[in-house]
T-cell receptor
Framework: ETGVTQSPTHLIKTRGQQVTLRCSSQSGHNTVSWYQQALGQGPQFIFQ???????GRGNFPPRFSGLQFPNYSSELNVNALELDDSALYLC????????????FGQGTRLTVV | GEDVEQSLFLSVREGDSSVINCTYT??????LYWYKQEPGAGLQLLTY?????DMKQDQRLTVLLNKKDKHLSLRIADTQTGDSAIYFC?????????????FGKGTKLSVKP
C-alpha cells in the first residue's frame, strides 16, 4: 500500500506567476484535502475533493483552484501568486469523505519571491 | 467562529510525562485529533477521540476530553528525545470528517536528555 506522495518537494516562483502542485492519494482512497501551512502556524483548510468533485472549501480566494482525476490523484493550482502564498502545502487522503482517518503527504514548500 | 488554542512551547526531561493542552470553541465538533509534525515533514496522526468519550489510551498516549470546558489534553508517558516535535490539536469541521480540520498553532515539545 503506497502512502500519499506530493510533488515537487520544493518550488520557488515569482510574484504574479502561476503554480501547480500535485498529490497522489493513498491506494484505495477517493478523497483528497489540501491545506496551507504558513511558517509557525497550523495548517489551514483550502478545499476537499471527493470523487472528482469539490466537497467543501475554506476561506481562500478563487485564485486557489483544484482538480481531482479519475485515479483520485489531485492538483492544487494557484494563480497570480502573492508573497503571502509562501507556505508548506499539505495534501491529505482518506478512504472516503466521511472517514475519520486521513493520511498526510510530506508537503510542497512553495517560496514566492 | 471556530478557533483552537494551544500553548506554544513545552520543555520536559527525558523519562518525565508531557501534558499538552488545547481548548476549542466549536461544541458541534464530532472528533478531536492530535497530530505530530517533525521538522521538514508532514503531519502524522497520533490519535483521535470521539466527542462522546472522555478518555482514550493508546500505549504511551492518553487523551482526556472535557467537553463542558471544551478542553482537550494529550499526555505522553515516559517522554523520549524522539518525541521532540510540534504537536497540533485539531477539531473536525463541517461533516465531522477529517477533510475539514481546524488546527491550533501547535505546541513545540522539547525533550532534554
Amino acid at each position: 500500500e503506497t502512502g500519499v506522495t506530493q510533488s515537487p518537494t520544493h518550488l520557488i516562483k515569482t510574484r504574479g506567476q502561476q503554480v501547480t502542485l500535485r498529490c497522489s492519494s493513498q491506494s484505495g482512497h477517493n478523497t483528497v484535502s489540501w491545506y496551507q501551512q504558513a511558517l509557525g502556524q497550523g495548517p489551514q483548510f483550502i478545499f476537499q475533493y471527493y470523487r472528482e468533485e469539490e466537497n467543501g472549501r475554506g476561506n481562500f480566494p478563487p485564485r486557489f483552484s483544484g482538480l481531482q482525476f479519475p485515479n483520485y490523484s489531485s492538483e492544487l493550482n494557484v494563480n497570480a501568486l502573492e508573497l503571502d502564498d509562501s507556505a508548506l502545502y499539505l495534501c491529505a487522503s482518506s478512504l472516503t469523505a466521511g472517514n475519520t482517518e486521513a493520511f498526510f503527504g510530506q508537503g510542497t514548500r512553495l517560496t514566492v519571491v | 467562529g471556530e478557533d483552537v488554542e494551544q500553548s506554544l512551547f513545552l520543555s520536559v526531561r527525558e523519562g518525565d510525562s508531557s501534558v499538552i493542552n488545547c481548548t476549542y470553541t466549536d461544541s458541534s465538533s464530532t472528533y478531536l485529533y492530535w497530530y505530530k509534525q517533525e521538522p521538514g515533514a508532514g503531519l502524522q496522526l497520533l490519535t483521535y477521540i470521539f466527542s462522546n468519550m472522555d478518555m482514550k489510551q493508546d500505549q504511551r498516549l492518553t487523551v482526556l476530553l472535557n467537553k463542558k470546558d471544551k478542553h482537550l489534553s494529550l499526555r505522553i508517558a515516559d517522554t523520549q528525545t524522539g518525541d521532540s516535535a510540534i504537536y497540533f490539536c485539531a477539531e473536525s469541521g463541517y461533516g465531522g470528517s477529517q477533510g475539514n480540520l481546524i488546527f491550533g498553532k501547535g505546541t513545540k515539545l522539547s525533550v532534554k536528555p
